[in-house]
């Protein structure tokens, strides 16, 4: 069955770094487009990052310069490097697949930035 598997969340302080992966399966990785989607309670889930199927990228504003999306199709992953982390990133962050039919949605991780 299909599967979107995060991991990397955490706990950081201001300024720090953190890596999201998404771990896939069950369906055809290399030609869905994947995203990174951050959601805060009360608040709507919003696009952090996307990588098409080709390689193209495109960030939220707020994460521009300092939050990096890419993917490695051979172990069907896709990451989010995320540097200068802010207390405003805190959230829990989704992957989702986007196909032409079909999306997927991963289970979440917690990233939460305080000192």
């Known amino acids: 069955q299909v599967q979107l598997v995060e991991s990397g969340g955490g706990l950081v302080q201001p300024g720090g770094s953190l890596r999201l992966s998404c771990a896939a399966s069950?369906?055809?990785?290399?030609?869905?487009?994947m995203g990174w989607y951050r959601q805060v309670p009360g608040k709507q889930r919003e696009l952090v990052a996307i990588i098409t199927s080709g390689g193209t990228t495109n960030y939220a504003d707020s994460v521009k310069g300092r939050f990096t999306i890419s993917r490695d199709n051979a172990k069907k992953t896709a990451y989010l490097q995320m540097n200068s982390l802010k207390a405003e990133d805190t959230a829990v962050y989704y992957c989702?697949?986007?196909?032409?039919?079909?999306?997927?949605w991963g289970q979440g991780t917690q990233v939460t930035v305080s000192s």
């Open positions: 069950g369906f055809t990785f290399s030609i869905y487009a």
């Open positions: 989702k697949a986007s196909g032409v039919s079909r999306n997927f």
